[in-house]
């Protein structure tokens, strides 16, 4: 088996970020996470086996990468064992799609060669799962790691995609190759580096989550323009917009433009089970208040008609409160809208 170790001198963020962003504030004392990715050489858990992992951890004021090669597949066992003595200090794992594959699949090999799993009461954050609401928001095509690297502007890779990396190091076991073995550890690492940077797209959530306050607010006569300032910084500005709302984001901003009519605008309300809608008033209602009037008369709110309308112009404009609570009760359905 073979064993690489070396400093990894830029793409991941300060641990004090990682710890923010891995949404971990409250680990008390030590905060030691684990980046990892694993290489397989196929899906099944059982007819196939990793022949390599890839970590990254904290240690000694830097980030750090270790790489565990198998350099057959009776290395295996050996490979794990020494994940998971290296995990055993660890506090979080932070990994792309690991609650889906790269776990399950490392519990399900631990347990073939029975070997006690050393992800047992180990909490993880799955990147993959966090950053799956974005993908409308930033225009995603899809949520493979490589389409989040392109989104961040980030060199082009160097190295084969995972699934040609399987043919590879099925010729390697046969012809113990040092060039396929350094392309193997390549693709590894190039996934590691990723995940650094990937990470910084948490930031993103604050959009969705509320995690705001509203800077400032007008109204042009058709749009009310509001901006907020973030909780975090972007890491890349970004838009996207229909033709009833538009959303920018800049570093710690963000610009929203939402269209008006005769002055007023909607205000959406998340609880739409809790409402009636009113046709002939085209405004929602709750049910403690429209349960005297008669059925024809209402209908059962849906998220696009559980919405009342205000005046986006006087003292709303001024009023900070009442435009926080706009923004969590309006915005999330407005990003709903979003393709």
């Not at 047992?120 to 690297?149: A, C, N, R, T, W």
């Not at 193997?184 to 590691?192: A, I, K, S, T, V």
């Not at 049910?287 to 309308?309: G, I, M, N, Q, V």
Request: aromatic share 14%.
């Amino acid at each position: 088996m073979l064993v690489k170790k070396m400093p990894i001198l830029q793409w991941f963020p300060d641990i004090e970020t990682v710890k923010n962003l891995s949404f971990s504030e409250d680990f008390q004392g030590n905060f030691r996470p684990v980046f990892y990715d694993i290489e397989t050489t196929g899906l099944s858990r059982n007819s196939t086996f990793c022949y390599l992992i890839g970590a990254v951890a904290f240690e000694n004021g830097k980030w750090q990468m270790y790489q565990w090669f198998a350099q057959r597949e009776q290395d295996e066992p050996l490979l794990l064992k020494d994940f998971a003595h290296f995990l055993s200090s660890s506090t979080i794992t932070i990994q792309y799609n690991g609650k889906q594959f790269d776990q399950p699949y490392l519990e399900a090999r631990y347990h073939i060669h029975k070997l006690p799993s050393p992800f047992e009461g180990k909490p993880y954050f799955d990147l993959y799962q966090v950053l799956k609401p974005l993908k409308s928001l930033l225009k995603l095509s899809s949520m493979k790691q490589p389409i989040l690297e392109n989104f961040l502007s980030l060199p082009e890779r160097t190295y084969m995609d995972g699934h040609d990396c399987i043919r590879l190091f099925r010729n390697y076991t046969k012809n113990q190759n040092q060039e396929s073995a350094e392309i193997l550890l390549g693709h590894n690492q190039e996934d590691l580096q990723g995940l650094g940077q990937i990470l910084s797209m948490v930031s993103y959530l604050n959009i969705t989550e509320g995690k705001y306050e509203p800077e400032s607010a007008s109204f042009d006569g058709e749009h009310l323009l509001i901006t907020v300032r973030l909780f975090e910084t972007l890491p890349v500005p970004f838009s996207n917009g229909t033709t009833d709302f538009y959303i920018k984001g800049e570093e710690e901003l963000l610009y929203l433009i939402i269209k008006t009519k005769n002055g007023k605008t909607k205000q959406y309300y998340p609880n739409y089970k809790d409402y009636h809608y009113i046709p002939s008033e085209d405004t929602a209602m709750p049910k403690s208040l429209s349960a005297c009037l008669d059925k024809s008369l209402r209908k059962a709110a849906k998220p696009e008609t559980c919405y009342t309308w205000f005046d986006c112009s006087g003292a709303f404009l001024t009023n900070k409160k009442q435009q926080l609570s706009y923004l969590k009760n309006t915005l999330p359905f407005l990003l709903r809208t979003l393709k």
